[in-house]
């Protein structure tokens, strides 16, 4: 079973712990302190140098209010490098080519394979959180017309089971054209958007991050 590709990273952990701290309004001594941990190891964790052990997590967790499975889950992304690779090894995506203006091909296929990944990757954040409303409200959407559907979709996933959840994740992964379709993040209004929208630098096959984290 092929699964959305997810993975943990250190610099997201590290700005939730700091932004948890400083929501709180925590100096970096006072959670290491109250952590039992030193200063400098928490400033490391901030700043996404180490990878946290699990009986350290638990600390820094408690004295931020949150759970150690919060502050993960906010630390893992969508890794849309793959997410491009799986997208780009289907025939359905290549109908959207047409939609667009008449022009060079291949920058109109770079922009088609970007907004799939990035609406792949928009339901793949809700269908994961634990608070899929708040991920939705924070999404960065690369035009406003998906926010609709985006913000109905969380809503649903909100109501729904882990084992829902888990079902829809793996039907999000075998058919992600046709799963981000019947959701209603590829009606007409928001393809004529993501073609009609200004022109942005298109990302190489490289770039690390083309849809920006829920929590970055």
Not at 76 to 84: K, N, R
Not at 119 to 139: D, G, H, Q, W
Request: aromatic fraction near 8%; include cysteine; glycine fraction near 6%.
């Amino acid at each position: 079973m092929q699964m959305i590709p997810f993975r943990f990273n250190k610099e997201f952990l590290g700005r939730c712990v700091r932004e948890a701290r400083l929501g709180i309004g925590l100096s970096l001594r006072d959670l290491a302190a109250r952590a039992g941990i030193s200063a400098p190891h928490v400033c490391r964790i901030e700043g996404g140098e180490w990878d946290i052990r699990l009986s350290t997590l638990m600390k820094v967790a408690f004295v931020l209010g949150s759970s150690p499975g919060e502050l993960i889950e906010k630390a893992v992304a969508v890794d849309e490098l793959a997410l491009i690779e799986s997208i780009r090894k289907e025939d359905e995506y290549a109908d959207l080519l047409a939609t667009g203006k008449s022009g060079s091909r291949r920058p109109r296929e770079q922009l088609t394979l970007l907004s799939l990944a990035q609406f792949c990757a928009m339901a793949a954040y809700i269908l994961k959180s634990s608070n899929p409303i708040k991920v939705v409200e924070r999404i960065e959407f690369p035009v406003d017309e998906i926010r609709k559907p985006a913000t109905e979709f969380a809503r649903f996933v909100a109501a729904a089971s882990e084992v829902d959840r888990w079902s829809l994740l793996d039907e999000l992964s075998s058919q992600p054209r046709r799963f981000i379709t019947r959701l209603g993040f590829l009606t007409p209004p928001v393809v004529q958007a993501v073609f009609k929208r200004k022109r942005r630098p298109v990302p190489r096959w490289g770039h690390p991050r083309m849809l920006p984290h829920p929590y970055s």
